[in-house]
C-alpha cells in the first residue's frame, strides 16, 4: 500500500523523537493506526478507555522526567479517535496541564467537508470539537491537508516541550489520514524549545534582595523540579544558607534529608507562619495556590521573589517581584555571595520539624504513618510511585520521602483514577512503578488490568480499601456530622485481579510492607489489597491562630 496521511504523521512523530505511542483506536482513526502498524520503530501502548489512556501518556512523560531530568523534553503522543473518544480524555489533559507534562493529543475528526459545524451528521460529528479543548491544553491545532501534518505537529510538539510544560492538541479529519501521501519520507524534523529567559534587571533585583536578606527562604515548586533545577537549587541554598520547603509538586527538586530542607509540610500552621515569616522568600516555580498557601492563609511579611516560566500565574495570588523565566535559567544566571555557614538555619529547620513532629505526635496517627513507611521501604531503587486521590496520597503529598523514590499524584486537578494508568505509562517507560488508589479510585481503571497484563506491565497496584470515598467522608462528616454518596458496594478486588490473570494478595497493616516488596521484586503486574480505614491529620487552616 502506497504512502497516506497517517504514514506522515507517524514519520513525524518519530522524527520528533517519540519511540513510543498510546492509542486508542477509532472509525475516524484507520489511516493512522495502520501507519501505526507498518511502522517498525514506534511502539503502540493501548488502553481499554480514552481517559486512561491519557492517564497513561502522563505517566510516561513523568517518568522519563524524573529519570533524565537533564534529557530532551519527552513529548508523548496519544492517539484517539473523534467525538466520544477524545471528549473522554478532556479530565486526564486537565491534570496534565495542571501539573505542566507534556503529552501530544492526537485525535481523528470527521472529513474535511464536515469541519466548521454545519451539522451534516457523520458519525461523531460535534459543532466545533476543538472548541471542548481550547480552555483545557496549551493551544490547539487543527490540520486540513497531508502537507500540513509536519508543520502542525512540529509546532505543537514545540508548545508541549517549552517550559511550563504542558498537554497540546491536533485534529486531523479522516480523509487527510487516509488521503495519498506526495510528500517524500521524513526523517529529520527539527523542533526547538526556547525556555522564557530571565530578564537581567530583574534577577539583579533579586539578587539585590536575597544578598540583604537576614532570613531568606526558598519554596521549591513543580515548576523548579520540571526545570531539572536540582544542582542549582542546592547550590543556591547553600550559599545563602537559605532552608528550602518544597511544594508537593516540587518534591524532589531539594534533598529530604539535607540540613536545609524544611521539607513538605505545607498543612502544617509551623510551615506555614515559617514561610510568613522571611523576610525574602524566593518562590521558584509556584503558583503560590490553595495548598501551598495553607487554603489561602498564608500571609507573608516580607518581600516576595516568584519566578515562574507561566506567566499568568506571576503575582496572581500574592505580590511579588514577578520574574518570567524557566527556573533552572534564573538560577544559573543569580549571583549572590555565599554566606558563612552559622548554624541558624540549620536551627531554625530542626525546630521547624520538631514543632511538626509534636504535632503528629499528638494525634493518634500511627498506623496511617507506618503505611507510609512501610510503602517506602518496599520500594526497589528505580521505582517510582503514582498516588491517586486518596488519603494515602494525602499523607504522601507532606510525607514522602521522594529522594531515589520520585512520586506523582493527581493533586493538579484532584481528579478521580490517576493511579494505576498513570503508573502503566511509568512501567511502558521501563520503570517500576507502584500505583495507590483506594477503592472508588481504583473502580475508575479496573480496565486496565487487562492493559497490564496484555503488554506485561511491570506495575504493582496497591488498593486501599476503606468502603468507599475516604477522604470525602472525612470532609462531609467534619463540616456537616454526617455523610452521603461516599459509601460504596465494591467487589472482591483479589478475585477480580486474577480473573485477569493478574497475581492479587491481601493484606494486613502488618503484612502490607512484605507484600509490596515481595510483589515489586516480581516482573509483571500485580496487585496487593488492605482493608483498612486511614485518617487524615487534623487541618490547621481552619484554625485560629
Known amino acids: ?263 513538605s509540610w505545607l498543612e502544617d500552621w509551623h510551615t506555614t507562619e515559617f514561610l510568613a515569616g522571611a523576610d525574602v522568600l524566593l518562590v521558584l516555580g509556584s503558583g503560590l495556590g490553595e495548598l501551598s498557601s495553607n487554603y489561602r492563609e498564608f500571609a507573608p511579611r516580607g518581600r516576595v521573589i516568584q519566578v515562574e516560566a507561566d506567566l499568568g500565574k506571576l503575582e496572581s495570588n500574592y505580590p511579588a517581584l514577578g520574574i518570567h523565566a524557566d527556573v533552572r535559567l534564573f538560577l544559573r544566571a543569580l549571583e549572590v555571595p555565599a554566606r558563612a555557614a552559622d548554624g541558624r538555619a540549620e536551627a531554625a529547620v530542626a525546630e521547624l520539624l520538631g514543632r511538626v513532629e509534636t504535632r503528629l505526635a499528638e494525634q493518634d496517627l500511627s498506623a496511617e504513618r507506618k503505611l507510609v513507611d512501610d510503602v517506602r521501604a518496599a520500594l526497589p531503587g528505580g521505582a517510582q510511585t503514582f498516588w491517586d486521590m486518596t488519603i494515602a496520597a494525602y499523607w504522601a503529598w507532606s510525607a514522602w520521602r521522594p529522594d531515589g523514590a520520585p512520586s506523582h499524584t493527581a493533586q493538579g486537578a484532584g481528579g478521580l483514577g490517576y493511579g494505576l494508568p498513570g503508573a502503566l505509562g511509568a512501567a511502558a517507560a521501563g520503570v517500576p512503578a507502584l500505583a495507590v488508589s483506594g477503592d472508588g479510585g481504583a473502580m475508575y481503571g479496573l480496565a486496565e488490568l487487562a492493559t497490564a497484563k496484555q503488554h506485561g506491565l511491570d506495575v504493582t497496584w496497591l488498593i486501599v480499601d476503606d468502603g468507599g470515598y475516604g477522604i470525602l467522608r472525612e470532609y462531609l462528616t467534619g463540616a456537616f456530622g454526617e455523610t452521603t454518596a461516599t459509601e460504596l458496594a465494591r467487589p472482591d478486588f483479589v478475585a477480580l485481579a486474577e480473573s485477569f490473570g493478574v497475581p492479587a494478595v491481601p493484606a494486613t497493616e502488618d503484612s502490607v510492607g512484605a507484600e509490596l516488596a515481595k510483589a515489586l521484586r516480581t516482573p509483571g503486574p500485580s496487585v496487593v489489597v488492605l482493608p483498612t480505614v486511614l485518617r487524615m491529620f487534623a487541618p490547621t487552616h481552619l484554625e485560629k491562630r
Open 1 to 263: 500500500m502506497s504512502r497516506i496521511g497517517g504514514d506522515v504523521v507517524v514519520e513525524t512523530l518519530r522524527a520528533l523523537g517519540a519511540d513510543t505511542v498510546f492509542g486508542l483506536p477509532g472509525q475516524h482513526a484507520l489511516g493512522l493506526f495502520e501507519a501505526l502498524r507498518r511502522a517498525d520503530d514506534v511502539r503502540v501502548v493501548s488502553s481499554r478507555v480514552e481517559n486512561n489512556l491519557a492517564f497513561a501518556a502522563d505517566g510516561f512523560a513523568r517518568a522519563r522526567l524524573a529519570a533524565a531530568p537533564d534529557g530532551p523534553v519527552p513529548v508523548t503522543p496519544m492517539v484517539v479517535s473523534t467525538g466520544p473518544g477524545a471528549l473522554l480524555t478532556l479530565a486526564s489533559l486537565q491534570e496534565s496541564r495542571a501539573a505542566s507534562v507534556p503529552v501530544l493529543g492526537i485525535s481523528s475528526q470527521i472529513p474535511v467537508a464536515g469541519l466548521g459545524g454545519g451539522r451534516h451528521g457523520y458519525l461523531h460529528e460535534l459543532p466545533d470539537q476543538q472548541a471542548s479543548f481550547r480552555d483545557v491544553v496549551k493551544s490547539v491545532h487543527v490540520v486540513r491537508t497531508v502537507s500540513q501534518i509536519p508543520a502542525a505537529l512540529r509546532e505543537a510538539w514545540t508548545v508541549a516541550a517549552t517550559a511550563p510544560y504542558g498537554p497540546v492538541w491536533v485534529e486531523i479529519p479522516q480523509d487527510v489520514l487516509l488521503a495519498p501521501a506526495t510528500l517524500p519520507p521524513l526523517s529529520v524534523v527539527p523542533a526547538s524549545p526556547a525556555p522564557p529567559e530571565p530578564l537581567p534587571e530583574l534577577v539583579a533585583e533579586a539578587a539585590k534582595l536575597l544578598a540583604a536578606a537576614r532570613k531568606p527562604v526558598i519554596l521549591a515548586g513543580g515548576g523548579a523540579l520540571r526545570a531539572g533545577a536540582h544542582n542549582e537549587l542546592r547550590a543556591l541554598a547553600e550559599a545563602l544558607r537559605a532552608p528550602v520547603v518544597s511544594t508537593f509538586g516540587g518534591k524532589g527538586v531539594f534533598g529530604w534529608d539535607h540540613e536545609l530542607s524544611a521539607r
